[in-house]
């Protein structure tokens, strides 16, 4: 997957290894995580594969580097990437097979995890920075208009932020009531105390 991501961001313009990581860094980082010795690992890859080429370019004043630049086996690599619409069968998800299993914890360290985990998102100031850094980008490409569909990763980032913090704060209203039972239900386990019974005996 990552390949193909790489791929289509050397479609867009010619790029260093330098500016493909920071691509991933301001605009697709909120649903694919690189870091860059996979990045490196992938272009070495692409090259093999004739999906790229690589061309050094001396500068004055300043160090030389590497451009990419994609040849049209890769291009055509990428339209059918795009193209597959197969998706797996089911659907899976690791942190919901761990929350599965919370139970063997307790109560209490469950809580501390999803007020914490609720507070975690990569769109601190909703989103209005990877908004910045697409529309940077849609200025410098070719093709300004493929930005419209880099905005609807982020909308998509934005919304499924909003459903996960929807989702902990749930769990920890279904916690915390289960919390209270359990108190309850261990002072009533407890026999009551009759002071009175006792000076009568």
């Known amino acids: 997957m990552l390949k193909r991501g790489i791929l289509g961001l050397i479609g867009n313009g010619d790029k260093t290894g330098y500016e493909i990581m ?16 996979q990045i490196y690992r992938e272009l070495q890859t ?6 790229i080429t690589q061309t050094h370019v001396v500068q004055t004043g300043r160090p030389d580097k590497n451009v990419f630049s994609i040849t049209p086996a890769g ?6 990437w795009l193209r597959d619409h ?25 809580l501390a995890f999803f007020r914490a985990f609720r507070d975690v998102s990569v769109f601190p100031d909703e989103g ?8 940077m980008y849609r200025q410098a490409i070719a093709h300004p208009e493929k930005a419209v569909y880099w905005k609807l990763t ?4 934005r919304m499924y932020e ?15 009531d289960l919390q209270r039972a359990t108190r309850a239900g261990e002072r009533t386990d407890v026999p009551p105390h009759h002071p009175q019974e006792e000076e009568e005996a």
């Open 75 to 80: 291009h055509a690599e990428l339209l059918r």
């Open 46 to 51: 692409m090259e093999k594969a004739g999906w």
């Open 162 to 176: 909003k459903m996960q913090r929807e989702w902990c704060d749930y769990c920890i209203r279904e916690l915390e």
């Open 22 to 37: 920071t691509v991933f860094r301001d605009s697709l980082n909120h649903f694919w995580m690189a870091q860059t010795s």
């Open 128 to 135: 209005r920075q990877a908004a910045a850094s697409a529309d």
């Open 86 to 110: 197969s998706a797996p069968v089911r659907y899976r998800n690791p942190f919901l097979m761990k929350t599965f299993f919370m139970g063997e914890l307790p109560v209490e360290e469950n």
């Open 154 to 157: 982020i909308e998509f980032g």
